[in-house]
């Protein structure tokens, strides 16, 4: 049990896919304007992650090496399809609308694909449940953390809930593209900071 509370700990912490490896900067982008949105984008990512490399490890063996990219793809859009209509079916309008393309592009997330070829075709399903799990727990968290920051300095809300009612106090620029990278250097500044005062070789 141990062994798979370390790899919930590694996507949290470690090598989250946001704050530690900064992969997946499209939707990071894209879709952290609100926390609501961040939440819904993080877990449609994560429940994706979860189902195609549980899939993918119980058929490794059954797939051939030199088409295993195509069958991975296969496999992942497959669950992206099930997950568009569900939230189709069951999100609100908006919400949906809100993350748009950026659903489907789940399908070519690269850390879908870095988690798939480095550890769910090398490992057995239980593992590569929990590694899938922290790695896409560790990618909502980076992107809700960035999303409610956004949101609460360019909004004046948290979670839709306003917070700042003086419009004029809200920094514009934290809604658009450059806010994002901007609070993502921050954070990551800070993560470093921290971890040199303690001590811990940063990554």
Known sequence: MKKYALLIKRGLLDENPVFVQ????????AVTTSAVNAVMMGLSTAAVMLCACV?????????????RIAAYVIIVS????????????????????AL???????????????????FASKNDAV?????????????????VVIGVIREFFGSGSVFGV???????????IMVMAPGAFF???????LRKYFMLRKGVPHR
């Open 22 to 29: 900064l992969i997946a900067l499209c939707p990071l982008l």
């Open 55 to 67: 899939a993918i490890s119980l058929l490794r063996r059954l797939i051939p090496a030199d088409v």
């Open 78 to 97: 497959g669950f992206v399809t099930v997950l568009q209509l569900l939230l189709q079916a069951y999100a609100p309008p908006e919400l949906f609308e």
């Open 100 to 118: 748009g393309i950026y659903i489907p592009l789940i399908v070519v997330n690269c850390i879908l694909f870095a988690r798939i070829e480095s």
């Open 127 to 143: 593992a590569s449940f929990f590694d899938a799990l922290g790695m896409g727990l560790g990618f909502t968290l980076g992107l």
């Open 162 to 172: 306003e917070i700042i009612k003086d419009t004029s106090s809200h920094l514009l």
């Open 183 to 189: 609070t993502l250097g921050v954070i990551i500044m």
